[in-house]
């Protein structure tokens, strides 16, 4: 499994591979024309935990950064949002271009591409010490790590935020 999750159509039914775009966004499985994507609309996932929304019609509102339209990027490692300053396409350009190498460049160690092969398409890593301590900061490479259910490590980043900043980070995705 890669380091970076892109939502599209559903992969599989088996509960183990990449979930679909609908999933992830907690979209009703039958048309409802009164459902709208609130806040913004999930598209990515990290094996960090991070997470990649295309921001909603009224981000302030929301209390995130960035401009409607605009790709914004929920940081494990700080706790927050950053509005990354492109719309999807540029994005996605910038992604296939290989800006995850640099965005990433402090985030990786040495053995990261065997671990992240062990995961599949619902599975992130937890570490410890968190990413958001000094000590992870210090020495990224010594922190234990463990495979867990994306949706554990989605819930631990919100409840860290809501417990040290009073900030809830809003809606991560359903994963």
């Known amino acids: 499994m890669p ?51 295309l921001n909603g019609g009224n981000p ?27 719309g999807h396409s540029a994005w996605l350009s910038w992604i296939l271009a290989g800006g995850l190498r640099d965005f990433y460049g402090d985030l990786r160690w040495d053995a990261w591409r065997t671990e992240v092969a062990a995961l599949n398409g619902r599975q992130g890593l937890s570490f410890y010490p968190p990413l958001w301590s000094a000590e992870a900061r210090q020495d990224l490479a010594a922190a234990s790590r463990r495979a867990v259910p994306m949706a554990e490590l989605l819930q631990l980043s919100s409840d860290a935020c809501r417990q040290f900043d009073g900030v809830d980070p809003g809606f991560l995705g359903v994963v």
């Open 60 to 86: 302030r509102e929301a209390g995130r950064p960035g401009e409607p339209g605009e790709i914004i990027y929920f940081a494990p490692d700080a706790l927050g949002w950053e509005a990354l300053g492109a």
């Open 3 to 53: 380091w970076f999750r892109i939502y599209g159509s559903p992969s599989g039914v088996d509960g183990e591979t990449l979930p679909g775009l609908a999933e992830v966004n907690a979209m009703p499985s039958t048309f409802d024309p009164a459902w709208r994507a609130g806040t913004g609309l999930v598209v990515a996932h990290d094996v960090l935990g991070g997470v990649f929304v």
